[in-house]
């Protein structure tokens, strides 16, 4: 997702943060059976699915959620579903501010809905024109192409067995839906076809969260 899954739990300086201080990890530790996974080392973007750095589970202690931006959202969902089911739960997180939808669609994502105009004129000439830029050696700093995100954040997680995911995210692309361009149930059908394609799961569980618009 965008900052909403992005917030940390805490920050030191920051007063907006609830759990400034790391009050409530204090009053709730992280249970014995949660272990959770991050990407993005430093930030980036790529044409083509990375799979060439390391990844592994982490325990989430008081010295490590104080030291690593982790996902509040991911985190307290984890343990959540680690109360409510009572198996060991790990949790994998990629976000990013301020980020489209598109960017985390993988390129399979696109076939549900190739025959919407906007993806046949626009999404897949991008897809594209990334894989070109790619081949020019051109570094790029910022998510603006379809795939970017998934190549970048989720596919190195791709041969993990998974059972669902969240999703937060949506302000960024408000205007899709009145400007001709293509509708987010559209993108969000492209983004789910997409991640039980590549994580070889069928009957992948997604949950979002609905946000409102900006101005009305």
């Not at 917030?7 to 530790?29: A, E, I, V, Y």
């Amino acid at each position: 997702g965008q900052s909403n899954m992005e917030m940390p739990l805490w920050h030191p300086t920051r007063k907006r943060f609830r759990d400034k201080m790391g009050g409530l990890m204090r009053q709730f530790p992280p249970p014995a059976n949660l272990r959770v996974m991050m990407t993005w080392p430093e930030r980036g973007v790529s044409a083509t699915p990375r799979r060439d750095y390391p990844v592994a589970w982490t325990v989430p202690d008081e010295a490590w959620l104080s030291t690593n931006k982790f996902s509040a959202c991911a985190y307290y969902f984890g343990r959540e579903l680690l109360t409510t089911l009572d198996v060991p739960v790990g949790v994998m997180a990629a976000f990013w501010g301020g980020t489209q939808i598109a960017p985390w669609v993988p390129d399979c994502g696109w076939e549900s809905v190739k025959s919407e105009p906007y993806v046949a004129t626009n999404i897949l000439e991008r897809v594209a024109k990334r894989v070109a830029l790619e081949s020019e050696n051109k570094r790029r700093g910022w998510p603006g192409y379809p795939g970017d995100l998934w190549n970048e954040q989720v596919a190195v997680f791709a041969p993990y067995t998974v059972r669902g995911m969240i999703w937060y995210q949506g302000e960024s692309n408000i205007d899709e839906n009145f400007s001709g361009r293509l509708a987010y149930s559209k993108n969000l059908r492209a983004l789910m076809d997409g991640w039980r394609r590549e994580f070889d799961c069928p009957d992948l569980k997604f949950l979002f969260v609905e946000l409102a618009q900006f101005s009305y």
